[in-house]
């Protein structure tokens, strides 16, 4: 199957600063990625679909200049999580959707993010 | 999209047939039942997904019933490599997946 890959797969950052995750789709060009969170024994939520080219759109209740999503490439897109705080602490799982294919969107491995 | 009922959690005996069952009884008719499971700590993986029809591959079968008001996914053979949280999602070709909060199946030696 398809690949996602997520750098890195884990991260810790002191409160205040800023960290970037990248997702790259391997072997496919992706116009459309999509990025969740996720905290401990809770389900995936979806934060924003991101467009290559185009400014992303983001869900209700995600602040848009703390998760800032860009997507430059058809296989590449980054989440800076911006000014980050301990509650920003999480699972960011990041996804691609190929137009073509048995099914639609493949993910990646996620990144835990640990704000101190 | 369509909202889907899932059982808390489930458990099956090692090499026995595990049969996950999903409600979407609101479904619409362009919309399709697919099925994700997600190991601890790692990203979703699908598993299969289908319209109206049952379908089957090397994972699993999906059995959708006949007004398509539910489904089940059946792992025909458990392993211990199977426990997992299940998530059944509906929706329509080309929208966004949301997840709802899936069964965690344990398969237990």
């Known amino acids: 199957g398809a690949v996602v890959s997520q750098h890195p797969s884990w991260v810790i950052c002191k409160s205040g600063t800023s960290v970037k995750i990248e997702c790259r789709s391997l072997d496919f060009q992706a116009t459309t990625m999509f990025w969740y969170r996720q905290f401990p024994k809770q389900s995936l939520m979806l934060m924003a679909t991101?467009?290559?080219?185009?400014?992303?759109?983001?869900e209700q209740g995600v602040e848009k200049d703390k998760f800032l999503i860009n997507h430059a490439s058809l296989t590449l897109s980054t989440l800076t999580v911006t000014s980050a705080h301990p509650e920003d602490s999480s699972f960011y799982i990041c996804?691609?959707?190929?137009?073509?294919?048995?099914?639609?969107?493949?993910f990646g491995p996620g990144t835990r993010l640990t704000v101190t | 999209d369509a909202k889907t009922t899932q059982p808390t959690s489930m458990d099956c005996a090692e090499g026995r047939a595990a049969n996950l069952p999903c409600n979407h009884s609101t479904i619409s008719g362009n919309e399709y039942v697919y099925w994700y499971r997600q190991i601890h700590s790692q990203g979703p993986q699908y598993i299969i997904h289908?319209?109206?029809n049952n379908e089957t591959n090397e994972m699993a079968s999906l059995i959708i019933t006949e007004d398509r008001k539910s489904s089940t996914l059946i792992l025909p053979h458990a392993t211990l490599r199977d426990t997992a949280v299940y998530y059944c999602i509906v929706k329509p070709t080309g929208n966004q997946f949301y997840f709802g909060t899936g069964t965690s199946l344990t398969v237990i030696p």
């Open positions: 996804s691609s959707r190929r137009l073509a294919g048995l099914y639609e969107q493949y």
């Open positions: 289908g319209l109206k």
């Open positions: 991101s467009n290559e080219g185009s400014k992303a759109t983001y």
